[in-house]
Each structure stands twice: as C-alpha cells, then as structure tokens.
C-alpha cells in the first residue's frame, strides 16, 4: 500500500523559513517522480515542484521560483521541500504527491497524495 | 502555461441523475506522437486529499466506479457522473499534465439537489 505522510507544518511569520518533509513507503522510491501541490484554504490546487527519481532535476511553478527548494533522499524514502521568504500567499495544505515514472513521459499524473501538512505564514 | 477552465463551478443534481462537467484547455493537450490526451479527473471530498479518478482522459483508475466516465480531446474534456448517489457529493478538478508548470481547473462542486 502506497503511503505518504507530510510533516513539518506550523505558523511561521512572513519572511521566514520553513521545512517540510514527506515519509514515503509502499513503491519503489526512485523510480517516480515526486511533486508538492499546495491547497489555500477553500481554494483549488496548485502544483509547486516536482523532482525526478534521481533527484538531479527539478521543477518550480513561477510563484516559488527562487524561495522554494525540493529535494529527496533516496536512502530514506523521504522528499523535502525547503520554503524561504514565506508570504501570506504561501498559506495553504501542502500535500505530497506521487507521479508517473520519469521514463513514461506522465510523471506529473497525479496518482497517490498523502493527507497534507498545513503551513500558515502570518504576523 | 496552459490554462484549464471548468463549467459550471457548481451544480446540483438529484439522486440519480447525470451530472455533466466540462474542463477546456488553452491549448491541445493531445500529444501526436502516442495520440494521447493529458488530461486527469480528482474527486476531492471535504477534509480528504485529492483522489485520482481517471487519467489519458477517459482511463478510469482501478476501484473508480464505472458510473463515472471521461471523453473528449484535444481542448475541450467532459467528466459524467451517469447517476448520482450521495457519496458523489465533492469537487472535482481536470488537471493537465502535458507541460509543466501542470495546471488545474479551478473546481466544479457537485452538491444533492
């Protein structure tokens, strides 16, 4: 049974830091791409990032392009995302998301989202 | 960065009834090259995770029951619900994942009439 489980959540204040992490079991860890996508409250989905199985390379929507940094450690079964310069805007569930395999061109299909971890960026 | 635009962003529909929603893409998310079209249906129930309903627009996942069906192509993609039961009740959102930064419409909600 696949499983992700994020963590890391909590209130932070604009401008600061934050590190969410995300426990994978159940797959074959570095075959698939692994993304974040973000949910603001009673709003709709976003995707963040993504990362490719061997972590080399990675994907940003434009609104975290620079504060945001995903990585993954493939000895743990784990996949990071490290959030900087947080703003309001950054408000929302973050759920951890397994893809497609990088090799099947379908990596940013969606097919297994763990239950979220909530970040509140406020003063 | 293609833009994937649901109607309605809400309907109400009685027990048994169809429901119909439709996600039109900015531009073709059909790739030629395996002629298929990239274009995902979530079902999102209140305090849950997205969940994967169908994928290359019209594969409904494993378990989904066949109540539920996807078509179209190219821009223009539809999600029926043929008969509505209870435990239908979310929102429902297209995603394309032809070219990143993937995209989604910004959600239909299917309540009980």
């Known amino acids: 049974e696949v499983q992700l489980l994020e963590s890391g959540g909590d209130l932070v204040q604009p401008g600061g830091s934050l590190r969410l992490s995300c426990a994978a079991s159940?797959?074959?860890?570095?075959?698939?791409?692994l993304s974040w996508v973000r949910q603001a409250p009673g709003k709709g989905l976003e995707w963040v990032s993504a990362?490719?199985?061997?972590?080399?390379?990675?994907y940003y929507a434009d609104s975290v392009k620079g504060r945001f940094t995903i990585s993954r450690d493939n000895s743990k079964n784990t996949l990071h995302l490290e959030m900087s310069s947080l703003r309001g805007g950054d408000t929302a569930v973050y759920y951890c998301?397994?893809?497609?395999?990088?090799?099947?061109?379908?990596?940013?299909?969606?097919?297994?989202w763990g239950q979220g971890t909530l970040v509140t960026v406020s003063s | 960065d293609i833009v994937m635009t649901q109607s309605p962003d809400s309907l109400a529909v009685s027990l048994g009834e169809r429901a119909t929603i439709s996600c039109k893409s900015s531009?073709?998310?059909?790739?030629?090259?395996?002629?298929?079209?990239?274009l995902a249906w979530y079902q999102q129930k209140p305090g849950q995770p997205p969940k994967l309903l169908i994928y290359?627009?019209?594969i409904r996942e494993p378990g989904v029951p066949d109540r539920f069906s996807g078509s179209g192509s190219g821009t223009d993609f539809t999600l029926t619900i043929s008969s509505l039961q209870a435990e239908d009740v979310a929102v429902y959102y297209c995603?394309?994942?032809?070219?990143?930064?993937?995209?989604f419409g910004q959600g239909t909600k299917v309540e009980i009439k």
């Open positions: 998301v397994k893809g497609g395999q990088y090799s099947g061109n379908y990596y940013g299909l969606f097919d297994y």
């Open positions: 159940g797959f074959s860890f570095t075959t698939y791409v």
């Open positions: 990362i490719t199985p061997s972590g080399t390379t990675t």
């Open positions: 531009q073709s998310i059909l790739y030629n090259s395996n002629n298929k079209n990239y």
């Open positions: 290359w627009a019209s």
């Open positions: 995603q394309q994942y032809y070219h990143t930064p993937w995209t």
